[in-house]
């Protein structure tokens, strides 16, 4: 009897018979108020205990099965190694009804609040299963965190009619966890410290000075490594190569590289700056392979007008620093090399064919122009590639096809896909993006590829041009061609107008000689106006058309200023010269007494265009970086998809926002 009893008293507490009191009550509550409704409530009810009956026998069957299949083939000792299994297991529903713990788990997880922590599994389990993500046919393996342990839940799945039953076992991963994360904080990381400037610095010092200066450059470096306990070690006179564990480099992320600015602190004879440029990479399976890649990075960050930190994991480039200005190179070595060099490709390949950037400006046609001359000085074919252009190469090309020579040069898309083959010499002007060239397609099509660029390098840079000249401390591509030029072993004629071109790209991207002019880029100039500029006519193409010029007052008009001296604006009317109209309104706001930057946006079909200038204070193209742009601190750019102008502006200023914060941390 006891036995009957305790089944009787398992079958009153099951909620299938709580729902059934429940329901005998409401029903007998609506009879109360109604004679009529006894006998039809009386029907509905044995119905409801027919279903509930049939539902409790099916719910036993598929129970049983699942158990079945579980404990299939097993013989006592089996069965009975699941139930007193060392791991903590539990068998549950998705709809959280718990079927069956052991004794492990219930041991295990005894002073913890477990419910909740499995209720989010058991969802997230059901989540996948739904959408596909999981098979129901594979092992479920997740990680999970419960206070201080660490489990790795590994459990399979079955199918009921209207729910999943899940057996799952806990097992602690917590001493693994511990070993792997000492193991990964304890790898080794390669890095590269290069004193960017050193040359102009020492030449500039007297011999006395240079001992002093060399020691507390070195103090410095040396302090900081001791730090984050790397090893530094001096290769060169102006080169060391550091080794860290990856647990110092985290640290050293944090502490955002202060060296950087403590090094520009150290004052020399002449108030000139001293900078360093630092790469680390933390990938690769040997510490020679780290080195290579860290070699690789430094010449990014050099790339980038050094002053800056480059640590290379996981595939990409993260960058810190980078706020100071380029500083020119005295020497002009690297011109003359380059220029020979050149010239010896030149002659090497069938024909030349020149490339700059989307959406083309005066500056890189201005530097085709430049190599066109010296590739048919070498007697060679040669073809610009410009598939399309603005209000800013309007005039000028309307002007150069008004020669015969220069009506079959300039060529389209299909025309140069027909025309390229592996004997082609690529000449990229303007740019090193395989993002951002005219034609992508091109890059694909020949092995020989020269870049001629002065912006700061990108981790999307061509990384398989054979000759690449690089100068981020140049003003424009036309000036690097200019120098190119001047160097050639032949005697290279410009026309005048191809000599105009390269003196309007000069112009346009120093603003008319204001930003970022050096010594050499009015020599450059010099030497261009000795071949004939007509500086009236080079003026012309620079004028806009009155409509243009209402354009850009409207958009200075409804600029908004932020953080007390940046404006930003948004020119509403899209049209094909929109980035164009964006960048001379960048340059408009400029003009206003306290702006020290402006950012202008338009949008060109689905993309949404970004013009950044500065007067120096401000660096746009790090801000610009975040948004995937480019370009030089004054003078930036970037183009983005899949969102609105609105959209674009609070984006913006979230990463203006962010740029103040890591200045002032």
């Not at 996948?128 to 594979?138: P, R, T, V």
Request: charged share 30%; glycine share 4%; net charge negative.
């Amino acid at each position: 009897m006891p036995s009957e009893n305790k089944k009787i008293f398992e079958r009153l507490i099951s909620k299938t018979k709580i729902y059934l009191v429940i329901i005998a009550v409401l029903l007998i509550i609506i009879c109360s108020f109604n004679i009529s409704y006894i006998l039809p409530s009386i029907l509905v009810y044995a119905l409801i205990l027919l279903y509930a009956y049939w539902s409790n026998n099916k719910r036993k069957s598929e129970l049983k099965e699942h158990i079945r299949d579980l404990t299939f083939s097993m013989d006592k000792t089996a069965k009975s190694t699941l139930i007193n299994t060392p791991f903590p297991l539990v068998i549950i529903e998705t709809n959280g009804n718990t079927i069956w713990k052991s004794n492990k788990f219930n041991e295990e997880f005894a002073n913890i609040d477990i419910n909740n922590i499995i209720e989010n599994l058991v969802k997230e389990i059901k989540l996948e299963l739904e959408n596909n993500q999981a098979n129901i046919n594979n092992e479920i393996v997740k990680d999970v965190k419960i206070e201080e342990k660490t489990y790795k839940v590994i459990g399979k799945c079955t199918k009921s009619k209207e729910e999943y039953i899940l057996t799952l076992y806990f097992i602690d991963n917590t001493e693994f966890e511990l070993i792997k994360n000492k193991y990964n904080d304890s790898k080794i990381c390669v890095g590269i410290v290069m004193i960017d400037n050193y040359e102009e610095i020492f030449q500039r010092i007297s011999d006395e000075d240079k001992p002093q200066l060399i020691a507390k450059i070195e103090k410095s470096i040396y302090e900081w490594g001791n730090l984050f306990e790397a090893l530094v070690i001096k290769s060169e006179r102006d080169t060391y190569v550091i080794c860290l564990e990856q647990k110092n480099l985290e640290e050293l992320k944090e502490s955002k590289f202060k060296v950087l600015d403590t090094i520009k602190e150290i004052e020399t004879s002449d108030k000139a700056p001293i900078t360093l440029s630092i790469a680390i990479a933390n990938e690769g399976d040997s510490n020679y392979e780290k080195y290579k890649l860290a070699q690789a990075s430094i010449d990014i960050a050099l790339g980038r007008g050094g002053d800056q930190a480059v640590i290379r994991e996981n595939g990409k480039y993260v960058f810190f620093g980078g706020r100071a200005q380029e500083l020119e190179k005295r020497t002009k070595v690297k011109a003359r090399m380059i220029s020979h060099a050149l010239e010896e490709l030149i002659l090497e390949s069938k024909d030349v064919m020149i490339m700059g950037h989307a959406n083309g400006d005066i500056d890189s046609m201005g530097a085709s122009m430049g190599i066109y001359r010296l590739a048919k000085t070498l007697e060679k074919d040669v073809y610009i590639v410009n598939n399309s252009y603005g209000i800013s190469l309007e005039n000028f090309i309307d002007t150069a096809k008004q020669d015969k020579e220069y009506e079959k040069i300039i060529i389209n898309k299909q025309e140069a896909m027909s025309k390229i083959s592996e004997e082609t010499l690529l000449v990229i002007v303007d740019t090193h993006k395989r993002t951002y060239v005219e034609v992508p397609e091109l890059l694909t099509k020949t092995k020989k590829i020269v870049i001629i660029d002065h912006h700061r390098k990108s981790p999307d840079f061509i990384d398989e041009a054979i000759l690449s000249f690089h100068e981020v401390y140049a003003s424009s591509a036309s000036e690097l061609v200019t120098e190119i030029l001047e160097y050639s072993d032949k005697t290279v004629e410009l026309a005048q107008i191809e000599a105009e071109a390269l003196y309007a790209g000069i112009m346009m991207d120093t603003k008319n000689f204001t930003f970022k002019t050096g010594v050499r880029t009015f020599e450059a100039a010099a030497y261009l106006r000795k071949c004939g500029v007509d500086i009236i006519k080079v003026k012309k193409w620079f004028q806009s058309d009155l409509k243009t010029y209402n354009k850009i007052s409207r958009i200075v008009e409804r600029a908004e200023v932020v953080n007390e001296s940046i404006a930003i604006s948004i020119n509403d009317e899209e049209d094909k010269d929109a980035n164009i109209i964006c960048a001379k309104a960048a340059d408009e706001l400029l003009t206003i007494s306290d702006i020290t930057a402006s950012f202008v946006i338009g949008k060109i079909g689905d993309k949404v265009y970004i013009s950044g200038r500065s007067i120096g204070d401000i660096n746009v193209q790090v801000i610009l970086e975040k948004l995937g742009g480019g370009g030089h601190i004054t003078l930036a750019g970037a183009q983005v998809e899949g969102m609105t102008e609105e959209e674009v502006k609070q984006e913006l200023i979230n990463r203006i926002n962010e740029y103040f914060s890591e200045i002032s941390s």
